[in-house]
């Protein structure tokens, strides 16, 4: 994304967050802190010092976790960010998609 891409795609997670309870926007940050301290563990720092496939090998064990709460959580903030990408106007003529606001989306082939 360019800077106007990420400054609407920051605007559109933080609405959606304000309208959530403040315990949920506890947990997500709770959830953030967990995923950047846990390559500390093995790689000795955090996750915004990783390369890009060490990123990748964090995210998928939290998606894929053991523990029910780390997955929920995971698909939680999943959601969140392909709510703030795709929430775009700008990002629709490059997606075969073509959203509708009559609650009916039509996916195209």
């Given at each position: ?31 953030l802190g967990f995923i ?74």
């Amino acid at each position: 994304l360019d800077a106007g891409g990420m400054a609407r795609f920051v605007g559109i997670v933080d609405r959606a967050l304000m309208e959530r309870p403040p315990e949920l926007r506890r947990q997500l940050g709770t959830l953030l802190g967990f995923i950047r301290w846990l390559p500390l563990l093995r790689w000795g720092t955090s996750f915004e010092r990783l390369s890009g496939p060490q990123k990748d090998r964090v995210l998928r064990w939290v998606q894929d976790a053991p523990v029910t709460r780390l997955r929920a959580g995971f698909w939680g903030l999943k959601t969140l960010v392909f709510m703030g990408y795709y929430g775009q106007p700008e990002v629709w003529p490059t997606l075969p998609y073509e959203p509708r606001f009559d609650g009916n989306e039509a996916l195209h082939a």
